[in-house]
Nanobody, 119 residues
Framework: QVQLVESGGGSVQPGGPLRLSCAAS????????MGWYRQAPGKQCELVGI??????NYADFVKGRFTISRDNALNTVYLQMNSLKPEDTAVYYC??????????????WGQGTQVTVSE
């Protein structure tokens, strides 16, 4: 079994930065992809960005403001968020596509961390 543990959420003023972290642990043979989703109040969950095979794809609404990076040795993914806007307020979920020691491949999500952007 694989667990994802997020950290770094909180409250920030518009225009400010915030950095989220997510560490994967458990019976991991290989992490195939990691990234982030978010869900704003009253809205559907949406993709923020995913890093797979050295390539990172972002949603249009975060291009130029958010950066996803990975530390493969630590099975950790980061989300650096700059120039935050009130509409970025959401619960942010870490995502991972993993292959376990038993050669089972599946997708999993973290428990979510709240990001609030307001004055």
């Amino acid at each position: 079994q694989v667990q994802l543990v997020e950290s770094g959420g909180g409250s920030v003023q518009p225009g400010g930065p915030l950095r989220l972290s997510c560490a994967a642990s458990g019976s991991i043979r290989r992490v195939n992809a990691m990234g982030w989703y978010r869900q704003a109040p009253g809205k559907q969950c949406e993709l923020v960005g995913i890093s797979r095979g050295g390539i990172t794809n972002y949603a249009d609404f975060v291009k130029g403001r958010f950066t996803i990076s990975r530390d493969n040795a630590l099975n950790t993914v980061y989300l650096q968020m700059n120039s935050l806007k009130p509409e970025d307020t959401a619960v942010y979920y870490c995502y991972a596509d993993v292959t376990t020691i038993a050669y089972v491949t599946y997708e999993t999500w973290g428990q979510g961390t709240q990001v609030t952007v307001s004055e």
